[in-house]
T-cell receptor, first 116, second 110 residues
Framework: DADVTQTPRNRITKTGKRIMLECSQTKGHDRMYWYRQDPGLGLRLIYYSFDVKDINKGEISDGYSVSRQAQAKFSLSLESAIPNQTALYFC???????????????FGEGSRLTVL | SQQGEEDPQALSIQEGENATMNCSYKTSINNLQWYRQNSGRGLVHLILIRSNEREKHSGRLRVTLDTSKKSSSLLITASRAADTASYFCATGGGGFKTIFGAGTRLFVKA
């Protein structure tokens, strides 16, 4: 089984619909992240969470919200989807960077979202 | 914002050849990491090089770092068709501070 699991893997929806992407992990990491990937732009951070009670906005949080339901679960919501939110979304986890940890990110397999 | 910029954007080589990808970055770093992404899949961490290291090896991978030029290179020796993927450099120190470049798409022809 994958350490970081995302559902759904593919979703097609219409403008204005509410969408939730879910992420669960078995890595035991406190830190979880949501990224968006667009062709030619690399990955951009949407939100990140240090623990259940600590959620932070990333570079491109507008139009998105998140919920950290448990240490192992972090969901991303699009309250009213729009076409330019069509992208590949990744959940990731990590240990905090430090002397013993590199802050290496462990990614899920991605959720491809198409907004028509 | 992108800290690292990979060059070339795309690279096509024959199986058995070496593949070299370069990354330039703008600000001081503690370490630089390389990730690999198979088409449409999640990124996988390949290797990390710290700012006080100049070269690091892992299997067929060799990474160099030149902090004076703010650049790094990733060399894949004796490439295989299975190496076909996108390769990203990442700076920022890890975790939420990680900043990814736009990536180099490598295609290895069998």
């Amino acid at each position: 089984d994958a350490d970081v699991t995302q559902t759904p893997r593919n979703r097609i929806t219409k403008t204005g619909k509410r969408i939730m992407l879910e992420c669960s992990q078995t890595k035991g990491h406190d830190r979880m992240y949501w990224y968006r990937q667009d062709p030619g732009l690399g990955l951009r951070l949407i939100y990140y969470s240090f623990d259940v009670k600590d959620i932070n906005k990333g570079e491109i949080s507008d139009g998105y919200s998140v919920s950290r339901q448990a240490q192992a679960k972090f969901s991303l919501s699009l309250e009213s989807a729009i076409p330019n939110q069509t992208a590949l979304y990744f959940c990731a986890t990590s240990d905090p960077p430090g002397q013993k940890n590199t802050g290496e990110l462990f990614f899920g397999e991605g959720s491809r979202l198409t907004v028509l | 914002s992108q800290q690292g910029e990979e060059d070339p954007q795309a690279l096509s080589i024959q199986e058995g050849e070496n593949a070299t990808m370069n990354c330039s970055y703008k600000t001081s770093i503690n370490n630089l990491q390389w990730y690999r992404q198979n088409s449409g899949r999640g990124l996988v961490h390949l290797i990390l090089i710290r700012s006080n290291e100049r070269e690091k090896h892992s299997g067929r991978l060799r990474v160099t770092l030149d902090t004076s030029k703010k650049s790094s290179s990733l060399l894949i020796t004796a490439s295989r068709a299975a190496d076909t993927a996108s390769y990203f450099c990442a700076t920022g120190g890890g975790g939420f501070k990680t900043i990814f470049g736009a990536g180099t798409r490598l295609f290895v022809k069998a």
